[in-house]
């Protein structure tokens, strides 16, 4: 077996109902068809209680092999023991024996869309949440990883690696970040970063990058960097290696597209396939998505 299929997943969105990750069947036959065997995705209460969301991750387990890696909550937002116990049995019960990792909050270091500030104890309402998921889903024999911080900006993210890691060690058997390559394979970012949780964390912890991708926007004017659909299937399999050969996992972020007919959204256009519309039939693979395809199949 290809040494990257356990440790290199898609990330999707069942709970998305009303976008184009709420086409179900058509997202679980491209999944089967790229040939991946894990996939990340997230858990709170109310997706505990979506019995469509638990048949999506039944039928990727039982029709294609697929197992998945979880993160479990939104960012300041509490979980009730009640809401706990209900998720826990949902692991236990329709979904045992199918989620192989879990993670803390989602960037709890970020703010998204101009929204109300971030608190000044967000470390510690992030290690609350971190020790709780820990008592509750290591006991289940679920791989447990940390918050995985925003890191848009390196220097920031540094410093709230350095302010969370106190409160949260023994918390955690291995390690979740973010890192985007920046339109590269951005494998010096890699070693960049392993040294930075290692001064932080302490110990060798195995790593899982829970987002990585690129987006090819091809009319995007922001800061960011973008790249075009051949030099994202010439980066993908590298990108996937840079983890795989250090023994780490990551996460493709992610399958689908949204529709842009502007072609200037940065975020509608990080996934392996283009989605004009909402019609699956009109949904045509990248480049990247057959050369992960080929690499996954030891190609």
């Known amino acids: 077996m290809n040494p990257a299929t356990n440790l290199t997943a898609v990330r999707v969105f069942p709970s998305y109902r009303t976008k184009v990750y709420g086409q179900h069947d058509a997202v679980l036959e491209r999944l089967g068809d790229l040939g991946i065997k894990r996939m990340s995705h997230k858990l709170t209460p109310a997706i505990a209680s ?3 969301v638990i048949s999506f991750t039944q039928r990727a387990y039982f029709e294609h092999g697929i197992k998945s890696w979880l993160t479990v909550g939104e960012p300041r937002v509490p979980i009730s023991p009640a809401e706990w116990d209900k998720m ?19 960037e709890p270091n970020h703010v998204r869309g101009g929204g109300s500030p971030l608190p000044a104890d967000w470390h510690l309402k992030a290690a609350a949440h971190q020790a709780q998921l820990w008592a509750r889903m290591a006991p289940l024999g679920i791989k447990v990883g940390t918050p995985q911080l925003w890191s848009g900006d390196f220097d920031r993210h540094d410093r709230d690696l350095f302010k969370l890691a106190p409160h949260i060690r023994g918390n955690f058997d291995h390690i979740g970040w973010h890192l985007y390559p920046r339109g590269t394979v951005g494998e010096h970012l890699l070693d960049r970063f392993e040294d930075t949780y290692r001064a932080a964390l302490g110990g060798t912890f195995p790593v899982v990058c829970t987002e990585a991708g690129y987006f090819t926007a091809p009319n995007y004017r922001g800061g960011a960097i973008n790249v075009t659909e051949a030099q994202e299937a010439d980066y993908l399999p590298k990108l996937v290696d840079s983890y795989v050969k250090r023994g780490y996992g990551i996460s493709y972020f992610e399958l689908l597209n949204d529709p842009d007919p502007s072609g200037a959204n940065r975020e509608a256009h990080l996934g392996l396939f283009n989605t004009p519309s909402m019609n699956p039939a009109s949904w045509t693979p990248k480049a990247g998505y057959h050369s992960l395809k080929a690499h996954l199949a030891g190609n």
Not at 91 to 106: C, D, F, H, I, T
């Open 50 to 52: 979506s019995a469509a």
């Open 88 to 106: 826990v049995r949902v692991l236990k019960g329709p979904l045992a024996g199918m989620v192989e990792r879990v993670y803390g909050w989602n």
